[in-house]
C-alpha cells in the first residue's frame, strides 16, 4: 500500500509585528498565524481527510509550527519538524535583505517555470525544491497517511495546484 500524504499550506501570517519590528530576510520566517487562521485550522481538523492520519511533519517556520501544532493538538498525533520542508529559497546566499528583490526573483522564477535563466539567478529551482521535499517524504514512505504542513511554493511545485489556499489540504503519492 502506498502512503498517502496530505498537503496542508500553513494558516494565514501575521505580519504586523514583523513589520513593527523591521526584520528582514528570514526575520520574515518567525510571523505567526493570525486569529482568524487558529480558527481555520482547527476547523481543518475536523476535515475527514485527516482522520487516522498517523502524524505531522512539518516545516519549521512559525507559520507552520503554529499550524502543525493546532492540528497534532486537535487531532492528537505526534508532529516532527522537517526542516527540508521550508519554503523556497529565493537566494541560496542568504544575503538579502530587502524585500522587493525577494518579489522581483519569485517573478523570474514564475515567468521561467522555476528555471534560474540569468547568469546572476542564484534562487532555489523548481527541480531543486521538489528534490529536497520528495527526499523527506521518502522517509516517511513506511507510513499509510501523513500530514504534511508545508508552504504554497512547495506544494505547488509538486503538485501544480497553483496559489493553494491557507489551510487547503491536497493529496498526494509519491511516484515510483
Not at 525577494?102 to 532555489?124: A, I, L, M, P, S
Amino acid at each position: 500500500m502506498k502512503t498517502e500524504f496530505f498537503l496542508i499550506r500553513h494558516a494565514e501570517p501575521d505580519y504586523t509585528i514583523i513589520d513593527q519590528r523591521h526584520y528582514k530576510g528570514f526575520g520574515n520566517d518567525l510571523a505567526p498565524i493570525t486569529q482568524k487562521g487558529v480558527l481555520e485550522t482547527e476547523n481543518t481538523s475536523k476535515n475527514i481527510l485527516l482522520k487516522n492520519a498517523d502524524i505531522i511533519i512539518t516545516s519549521p517556520y512559525t507559520r507552520t509550527l503554529q499550524t502543525a501544532s493546532i492540528l497534532s493538538k486537535k487531532i492528537n498525533i505526534d508532529l516532527k519538524v522537517e526542516i527540508d520542508l521550508m519554503e523556497w529559497i529565493p537566494d541560496k546566499t542568504y544575503m538579502y535583505d530587502n524585500y522587493s528583490m525577494v518579489v522581483n526573483w519569485r517573478n523570474h522564477y514564475d515567468e521561467n517555470n522555476g528555471k534560474c535563466t540569468y547568469k546572476e539567478d542564484n534562487f532555489e529551482e523548481k527541480d531543486e525544491i521538489i528534490l529536497r521535499v520528495k527526499n523527506v517524504l521518502k522517509k516517511y514512505s513506511n507510513y499509510s497517511k501523513v500530514i504534511v504542513v508545508t508552504h504554497g511554493m512547495v506544494i505547488t511545485a509538486l503538485t501544480n495546484v497553483e496559489k493553494p489556499n491557507h489551510n487547503q489540504i491536497i493529496k498526494y503519492r509519491l511516484e515510483d
